[in-house]
């Protein structure tokens, strides 16, 4: 009984450890260039450190596949370009969620990732950065204090093929409409 105390004392410090993941790397490319005129970026962040050591897989449904955008680090961000329009986000860890967009040209939006507690593990979360909310008006303060990495292609091509079965369960549950999404609007881009 006593060493379950102790382990449960020592659990949220665990939990609040940064770590970084092997398929990210460090990026020395900001302030990256604005979008071109037919294409939209999305930053993911997560500034908090709770469940620190899992690093979310954020990908994009795509026709016939999904695709890897990066990993949400705690206490990192991360920058996905891709064509304007209608786009689908989603993570897992414990459970899933996803994110509904439509980006508009020329705009960059973004996205906070977080986890909350789980049963086994953290589970993902995404709360996007709408125009005029709180969130928003906090957004460049809150963004200086995160290290930028992006997704080191030469080593993702592995994770990605690996992870591809759970991305089409995801992409399923998602068609399916099991779990309901959060938005992104042409209007909440910069």
Known sequence: MRLAAALLLLLPLGACTHFENAYMRDTTASPSPAPKDDEAVVVIFRPSTFGGNTQFPIFEVLKEEANLMGFAE???????????????FFTWGEGYCYIEAELAPKKTYYVRCFAKFGFISPRPRFDPVNAGSEEWKKLDEELKGLKFRE???VKSAAIEESQEEKATKMKSAIAEGRKAPTYLKPDDGR
């Open 74 to 88: 705690s206490g990192s961000y991360f920058e996905y370009r891709c064509p304007a329009g209608r786009h689908t």
């Open 151 to 153: 997704l080191d292609p």
